[in-house]
């Protein structure tokens, strides 16, 4: 069988353990990052045989781009109220909102300009927020809209409270909304 890819098949623990202290990770650290378990972590490092799986690749992929660990990293949250724009499971923009001060902070974690909250705005302004809520709701001249609003027991058109109580689902896509407070 020949190779499609120009990747090894196998790694030994001494490469991830260099590979993680390099990053400037502990052991816990490094394992949330590959989404394994420490103990896989302790394991991996500790064996006498080489390695095989997706850690492979993953060692591979943070040796050629370091930067992508701290790339991925969430910030500590800044603000009482943090929404994640999510894509089914994938974590596009981090919002950290100052309702009191109308301020908005954000993270892109995807380079897909349609997957992001605001496109290719960067540092969006609280109004550009307020239509980005305004957007993952139904429109307030929506028919039987009081309807609507008493089924979801909302007592009034707001978006932050459909979208609490929706999650910013809209039909016929995967966009939806965490909310932190």
């Known amino acids: ?18 590979c993680r202290k390099r990053l400037g990770l502990s052991q816990e650290e490094f394992a949330r990052f590959a989404n394994v378990s420490k103990k896989t972590v302790e394991r991996w490092e500790y064996s006498k045989t080489m390695i095989t799986g ?6 591979a992929i943070l040796r050629e781009y370091p930067r992508i660990e701290e790339e991925r990293k969430i ?4 603000t009482r109220l943090r929404l994640s724009y999510m894509f089914r499971e994938e974590l596009c923009t981090l919002m ?19 997957k992001r909250a605001f496109g290719k705005i960067e540092n969006p302004s609280y109004e550009q927020y307020e ?13 039987k809209m009081k309807l609507v609003l008493r089924e979801y027991d909302i007592p009034f058109y ?23 407070r």
């Open 1 to 18: 069988m020949t190779k499609k890819y120009a990747l090894e098949e196998k790694v030994t623990g001494e490469e991830i353990r260099h």
């Open 54 to 59: 997706p850690i492979v690749t993953l060692v």
């Open 75 to 78: 910030p500590p949250r800044k």
């Open 96 to 114: 950290d909102v100052d309702e009191k001060n109308r301020d908005i902070e954000i993270v892109n974690y995807t380079g897909h300009l349609l």
């Open 131 to 143: 239509e980005f809520l305004k957007s993952r709701c139904f429109p307030p001249t929506r028919d």
């Open 158 to 180: 707001d978006p932050m409270l459909i979208i609490e109580k929706t999650q910013g689902r809209m039909a016929e896509d995967d966009f939806w909304i965490r909310i932190e």
